[in-house]
């Protein structure tokens, strides 16, 4: 079934270092993209997109995603995490009138 | 401005009872979603208003769910007969418009349980 897949549920990390978080997607043709991040207690809210362009995307908070088509990937990074980048982060793909989001992975920043 | 604002925040009811969550979107956002999360699993979509036309409705699980939006604002949905599997939290989020290119902006949700 075309779905969108986060390789890891959990990730625990210490404050300086680097995150990578992948995200898989199954869906042919042009795709729209992001990655939502819901803070403890908070909104979810985006923390980048990438529709066209350049597909290195810089998002909010030092955080920036590669769009690798042949891989049908939009993997997030981010070089040095710190403890309040504590939070579930979810990758979507826009399909017509709705986002299609991938189960999501919750990230632990030790401090 | 004022988000995406849902209620109540929590409910929590009884199986076989019926109950309404409300969404107020941004105001003049004509898009309207409404979507469900379930413990540790992705947003999965419900329905999705824009402006008149018709609603999608393709994300409903089954013919218990219900939901309306009175033109470009409020929007309520409406589960009759709840099941435990109903057990959720319940996302909406609204957009300045329908299509790809326009950002959605997510309510805190209302978490249901159903015992």
């Known amino acids: 079934a075309q779905s969108v897949s986060q390789h890891n549920h959990h990730v625990i990390l210490s404050e300086a270092a680097s995150l990578e978080l992948g995200c898989n997607y199954s869906?042919?043709?042009?795709?729209?993209l992001f990655w939502y991040v819901q803070y403890p207690g908070q909104h979810l809210q985006l923390l980048l997109k990438?529709?066209?362009?350049?597909?290195l995307v810089k998002g909010i908070k030092g955080f920036e995603a590669e769009f690798i088509k042949s891989k049908f990937s939009f993997n997030l990074r981010k070089p040095s995490v710190q403890w309040s980048d504590t939070a579930e982060y979810f990758c979507?793909?826009?399909?017509?009138?709705?986002?299609?989001f991938g189960a999501g992975t919750i990230l632990r920043v030790k401090s | 401005g004022a988000g995406v604002s849902q209620s109540p925040s929590n409910k929590v009811t009884e199986k076989g009872k019926d109950v309404e969550l409300r969404c107020d979107p941004i105001?003049?956002?004509?898009?309207l979603y409404w979507y469900r999360q379930r413990l540790g699993q992705g947003l999965e979509f419900l329905i999705y208003?824009?402006?008149?036309?018709?609603?999608?409705k393709s994300g409903l699980p089954s013919d218990r769910f219900s939901a309306e939006r009175t033109g470009e604002s409020v929007s309520t949905l409406t589960i009759q007969r709840t099941q435990q599997e109903d057990s959720a939290v319940y996302l909406c989020?609204?957009?300045?418009?329908?299509?790809?290119?326009?950002?959605?902006?997510f309510g805190p949700g209302t978490r249901l349980t159903v015992t």
């Open positions: 989020a609204s957009s300045q418009a329908g299509g790809k290119s326009y950002e959605q902006y």
């Open positions: 869906y042919g043709g042009t795709v729209n």
């Open positions: 990438y529709f066209s362009g350049d597909p």
């Open positions: 979507a793909v826009n399909r017509g009138n709705k986002l299609v």
């Open positions: 105001s003049g956002h004509t898009a």
């Open positions: 208003f824009q402006g008149n036309s018709a609603p999608d």
